[in-house]
């Protein structure tokens, strides 16, 4: 069965300290993985996408990354305003099916 | 501008009721979703619109049904709530994946979840 899975669930990190996040997925066909950062009472905001082995995305603290297997998305020098829920979603099929992990919940303190 | 609106942000109801959550997304995309979270904060779909036709129906009890009057709403109708029917109801609209050639990508756009409680 296709599964997505994130690690850990949880982290705990200081201002400044650089982390990353794990996405490992099994998947028949991937057409596409997608990170979003989710905040407490709200819905989920896109940061990026990748479609194949090798692909990088950045934006601002956040770089993102894809291998046949699993995605990483590091976290460098993060603030307190990056604490949220990042969640990882691969695409299945062509109908944009989307089947999340279950996130990873990042707190950054002063 | 809201891109992707809910409405109620909050819903409690007893068991038994029939109920619905509306939603609009004012983006021009041509494909709607709605997606169920559960108190262990995973996000499963339900269903997917495109230009009005179901696409994707999930294995989610018949008393769940969607309703899209047109391509910029898709409506969720709940009939017999149950207390597993508790949880945040998140709406997400989509460009038409029938425009992006061999890359079929989805990068969706979130409402901002309607938590539903069933006493």
């Known amino acids: 069965e296709d599964q997505v899975t994130q690690s850990p669930e949880a982290l705990r990190l200081q201002e400044g300290e650089s982390s990353s996040l794990n996405c490992s997925y099994t998947?028949?066909?991937?057409?596409?993985l997608f990170w979003y950062r989710q905040d407490p009472g709200k819905g989920p905001e896109f940061l990026f996408t990748?479609?194949?082995a090798g692909e990088e995305k950045e934006k601002e603290r956040l770089k993102a990354t894809l291998t046949k297997k699993e995605s990483f998305l590091h976290i460098t020098a993060p603030k307190p305003e990056d604490s949220a829920t990042y969640l990882c979603?691969?695409?299945?099929?062509?109908?944009?099916?989307?089947?999340f992990g279950a996130g990873t919940q990042v707190v950054v303190t002063p | 501008d809201t891109a992707v609106s809910q409405t109620p942000k909050y819903l409690v109801t007893q068991m038994g009721n029939d109920k619905s959550i509306k939603c609009e997304q004012n983006l021009g995309h041509d494909t709607m979703y709605w997606y169920k979270q559960d108190s262990k904060k995973f996000l499963k779909i339900m269903f997917s619109?495109?230009?009005?036709?179901?696409?994707i129906n999930e294995t989610v009890p018949n008393r769940f049904s969607p309703k899209s009057p047109d391509k910029a709403h898709l409506n969720l109708h709940i009939n017999s709530l149950e207390l597993g029917d508790s949880a945040v109801y998140f709406c997400a609209s989509s460009q038409d994946l029938a425009h992006r050639g061999a890359f079929t990508y989805n990068e969706q756009f979130f409402g901002p979840g309607t938590r539903l409680t069933v006493l």
């Open positions: 979603a691969v695409q299945e099929g062509s109908w944009g099916k989307l089947q």
């Open positions: 998947v028949s066909g991937l057409r596409g």
């Open positions: 619109y495109n230009n009005k036709e179901l696409i």
């Open positions: 990748l479609y194949s």
